[in-house]
């Protein structure tokens, strides 16, 4: 079963890629749903350059844990999601990077993984949708939103290099093509999420289908279809 899927994730490798660029638009078009004058979001812009100043003040060592950290375990997520059997993760203890073992031969989601999927930022809504079953959303958890889009957006610059092992593996074509694209999704469903929690995460979803309806509409038209 596991082979199976890795046989099925890896054939929608370019698929998906060429999904995402032709979504651009959509992407793009989208943050006209977004309120960013409601308070909300001031609360979330003011979380996101607040890690920026956090940053600075940052011990390094600590900073590159943390990546080293997401990094690994963005790994370990997506080998579990596509039925691998993790077999350990090493931190090396420079923090010069780290390792995850699994079983199989893998496919390039557990590959790209780390430089697309916020993991802090999925770990932080999960916790808000918990604290939200008892009490109402608030601006602090808007801000801590804003603060894991900031360390996001941050940890992605700064692994996407020439020595970065990860990238070859894919093709930094494919990279080029898919990068982007994954990561203004992602961006734009955590915004979403901030705003009406898992209902606007779906909502979104559903927004990007439709402007790219959209677009392939005109798109068929221009060409006289």
């Known amino acids: 079963m596991r082979d199976l899927v890795d046989k099925f994730v890896n ?16 992407f793009v078009s989208s943050l006209d749903y977004f309120k960013f004058s409601e308070i ?29 950290l997401a990094h690994e375990f963005s790994h370990a997520l997506f080998a ?49 949708s918990i604290y939200t079953m008892f009490a109402p959303m608030n601006l602090i958890l808007n801000g801590i939103m804003g603060f894991v889009i900031g360390y996001h957006v941050d940890t992605v610059a700064s692994q996407i290099h020439e020595k970065q092992t990860d990238l070859p593996k894919v093709g930094y074509g494919f990279c080029a093509v898919f990068l982007l694209p994954a990561n203004m999704w992602m961006i734009g469903s955590m915004l979403a999420f901030n705003s009406k929690g898992w209902d606007g ?6 927004l990007i289908s439709y402007l790219n309806g959209k677009n392939l509409n005109y798109i068929a038209n221009f060409l006289g279809f």
């Open 11 to 26: 054939m929608l490798k370019w698929p998906v890629a060429l999904w995402l660029l032709f979504s651009l638009p959509a």
């Open 40 to 68: 909300k979001y001031w609360a979330l812009f003011g979380g996101f350059f607040l890690f920026f100043i956090a940053r600075s003040f940052m011990d390094a060592s600590a900073k590159v844990s943390m990546e080293v």
């Open 80 to 128: 579990v999601l596509t039925l691998h059997k993790v077999n350990g993760l090493n931190i090396n203890p420079d923090d010069s990077g780290g390792e995850m073992s699994f079983e199989g031969e893998g496919n390039w989601l557990i590959v790209i993984a780390p430089y697309f999927f916020p993991f802090f930022g999925f770990l932080a809504m999960i916790g808000i």
């Open 201 to 206: 995460f779906i909502t979104y979803q559903s």
